[in-house]
């Protein structure tokens, strides 16, 4: 499995930025996608999470109500989308993959590169 990140950037406290993982080659075996973030010093930590198929997901408590993750099967494409964004949202944010059901960040096997994302106060 090959996951392709884009998106993320520098937005001011409050604003919004969506971030897009594409997924190719063995996608079949996938149960979970998720997203994951990482500030300067400290752990990798899990943002949100959601099924493949099912459409299940799991949000990290820092971000429920503000972040919505979706995904377009036909496009083997999730999106997330961040809405007012706070300062300690900055970190860069991975999106990975996972053939178990979990949302710890060891069980998730695939993962794309980083983005970036900036938020200024």
């Known amino acids: 499995v090959q996951l392709q990140a884009s998106g993320g950037g520098v937005v001011q406290a409050g604003g919004s930025l969506r971030v897009s993982c594409a997924a190719s080659?063995?996608?079949?075996?996938?149960?979970?996608m998720g997203w994951f973030r990482q500030a300067p010093g400290k752990a990798r930590e899990i943002v949100v999470s959601i099924t493949w198929s099912g459409g299940s997901t799991y949000y990290g408590d820092s971000v429920k109500g503000r972040f919505t993750i979706s995904r377009d099967n036909a496009k083997n494409t999730v999106y997330l989308q961040m809405d007012s964004l706070k300062p300690e949202d900055t970190a860069v944010y991975f999106c990975?993959?996972?053939?178990?059901?979990?949302?710890?960040?060891?069980?998730?096997?695939?993962w794309g590169q980083g983005t970036e994302v900036t938020v200024s106060s």
């Open positions: 080659g063995r996608t079949f075996s996938i149960y979970r």
């Open positions: 990975a993959a996972t053939e178990a059901n979990s949302f710890l960040v060891r069980s998730y096997k695939y």
